[in-house]
């Protein structure tokens, strides 16, 4: 479980096949804080560390991506030197920044428009249109494992589009930074929308 509240960002050192896909994300906390078996969003991808280690001054930890993951997600896209949104998985006890993440993607989206707004920038995200039910404004959703809150939804025949604002903080603190229109990012759903939708069919 982890709450969309990214930690740092991470670089993909190395991508390897031992059977499933092998990625070496390189990363500054302590590879000695890393436990073998943690959960770790990855770009909002919750991934499970099988190894760590340390190289000079650099950590590093390995995660394995099945080809489900890599179909279903970006993680087939990324290659040595793409940005990684980090978050550790929550502990009791740890504040709950964002709101409820599961590190399940739902689909990808695609970044369509890119504008300031202020002192902040206003992204426009197309996504598929079976989620556009699940979006809602002032709704919360996941993309590339930050938590945002969605400012307008439109609905079109194929797709639906949403709006959100990045502070600056969020911009300069995530992968964001590097984002152009057209980069593709995994979204996540919030839980709550999920199930009132099941509800509502239900009833």
């Not at 929550?90 to 970044?111: F, M, N």
């Not at 707004?117 to 993309?143: D, N």
């Not at 938590?147 to 990045?166: H, K, M, P, Y």
Request: charged residues 25%; glycine residues 10%.
């Amino acid at each position: 479980m982890f709450t969309g509240i990214v930690r740092e960002v991470g670089r993909v050192l190395s991508i390897g096949d031992q059977g499933d896909t092998r990625i070496r994300i390189a990363c500054a906390r302590p590879a000695e804080e890393i436990d073998i078996g943690a959960s770790i969003a990855c770009s909002g991808v919750c991934l499970t560390v099988v190894a760590r280690g340390q190289e000079g001054e650099q950590s590093w930890f390995d995660v394995d991506a099945s080809t489900e993951t890599r179909t279903r997600t970006t993680v087939g896209l990324w290659r040595e030197g793409t940005k990684v949104n980090l978050e550790p998985a929550l502990k009791v006890g740890d504040e709950l920044g964002g709101h409820i993440v599961s590190g399940h993607v739902d689909a990808i989206g695609e970044i369509t428009s890119i504008r300031p707004e202020g002192a902040s920038r206003r992204l426009t995200v197309t996504a598929p249109r079976e989620l556009g039910r699940f979006i809602a404004p002032k709704g919360s959703i996941t993309v590339d494992g930050i938590s945002l809150t969605v400012n307008e939804v439109e609905d079109a025949a194929d797709s639906t589009r949403f709006g959100v604002n990045i502070i600056p903080h969020s911009w300069e603190a995530t992968n964001l930074s590097e984002a152009v229109e057209g980069t593709r990012v995994n979204l996540e759903i919030d839980t709550l929308a999920r199930y009132v939708a099941r509800l509502a069919e239900a009833g």
